[in-house]
């Protein structure tokens, strides 16, 4: 905005009252150009919040960390006024507490977390949080893990076992977990548990401190794949158990069958498993205009951001709009309609 500054003309208002007008016109100027500061406005083009996001991941080892990063990194690129950038987190659960308590900052959950954080579900009993979905992005798999020679084929194996089932605030803690209380033949109670993020439970499996590990997330794992080219490994089959999981009608229809495919990582073969949706969150509170503008550089910026994660080439806008019992969010909802979704 621009302010020509001329020669005073005589006013007429006695002299208390011309300091009065002096002092409370740049106080004016200075709330609004502060209020400018956070909305751009190019004619007829986009307006949304200017200033810092947050954009929060998980552990270094995992897609979302390497997303998000990406993600960040093109809305630096296209946002003029916006600074984005990346938090390590505990992942989903964790994400989801701190984007409802932060709006204007996104985060990446899987699918069934985001669904008990709308529906105050645990681990969100207190209260359900005011979350929202941007976007479906890419599924998710649950990856049991143990050395190539361990007798374990079975969850039920695990008894007495020392196993990691993720880390705390973590997606892959609350499946596992799940996934303990759905199979009649084992209890969480039955194995000495660890709750360690990938990085860690990797080198403790190599190291021999733990007989086995969960870990959820997209294909591949870049920590899960360094793992399996160095350390004989298997992959645990956990597909019979998704019928139970569903069965569970407050968890909601979440979680279905999918498979690890042969040659995913190094000497493993075919897997059949427990897959589901992952979404980017954002709150309820966060400006639509900027949920509007990441929305489009998640579709636009998604040849880029694939080269650093490859899961990004399963971005469709008609599957992104999929979000089961979670909502979407306002902004984001305007992006799919202007592009006709």
């Known amino acids: 905005m621009r302010v020509t500054v001329g020669r005073a003309r005589p006013s007429g208002l006695p002299p208390w009252r011309r300091l009065v007008v002096l002092a409370v016109v740049p106080a004016v100027v200075l709330v609004t150009a502060g209020v400018l500061a956070w909305i751009r406005f190019d004619g007829g083009g986009p307006q949304y919040r200017r200033g810092p996001v947050t954009v929060f991941t998980g552990g270094t080892g995992g897609i979302y960390y390497r997303y998000g990063t990406a993600l960040s990194a093109s809305i ?42 709308v529906r105050g579900q645990d681990p969100f009993k207190k209260a359900a949080l005011p979350v929202r979905a941007v976007a479906r992005i890419y599924d998710e798999y649950i990856h049991l893990i143990v050395p190539r020679d361990s007798p374990v084929r079975t969850l039920a194996d695990l008894r007495g076992r020392r196993v990691s089932t993720g880390a705390p605030g973590s997606g892959t803690d609350l499946v596992a977990t799940r996934l303990f209380t759905v199979d009649p033949a084992i209890d969480l109670a039955d194995v000495t548990q660890r709750r360690l993020g990938v990085d860690e439970s990797a080198k403790a499996l190599a190291d021999g401190t733990i007989d086995a590990f969960f870990w959820q997330g997209g ?33 909601g ?20 498993t427990v897959a589901m949706a992952d979404l980017l969150v954002t709150s309820v509170d966060t400006d639509p205009g900027l949920v509007r503008e990441v929305t489009r ?3 636009d910026a998604r040849e880029t951001i694939a080269r ?20 979407l969010h306002e902004g984001a909802a305007r992006y799919y309609r202007a592009t006709k979704v």
């Open 76 to 117: 630096n690129g296209s946002l003029p006024g916006v600074r984005a950038t990346t938090m390590i987190t505990g992942a989903a659960v964790d994400n989801l507490r701190r984007v409802a308590a932060e709006p204007n900052t996104f985060g990446f959950s899987t699918m069934d977390a985001a669904t008990a954080a």
């Open 308 to 327: 650093v994660v490859p899961v990004a080439y399963s971005l469709d806008p008609r599957s992104a709009v999929a979000t089961g019992p979670v909502p």
């Open 297 to 299: 550089i998640l579709f």
């Open 219 to 251: 294909l591949p794992t870049i920590t899960v794949a360094d793992l399996a080219s160095r350390f004989p490994v298997w992959f645990v089959p956990l597909d019979g158990l998704v019928g139970r999981l569903d069965d569970v009608q407050e968890w």
């Open 253 to 272: 229809a979440e979680y279905r069958r999918g498979v690890i495919p042969d040659g995913a990582y190094a000497g493993v073969g075919a897997t059949p």
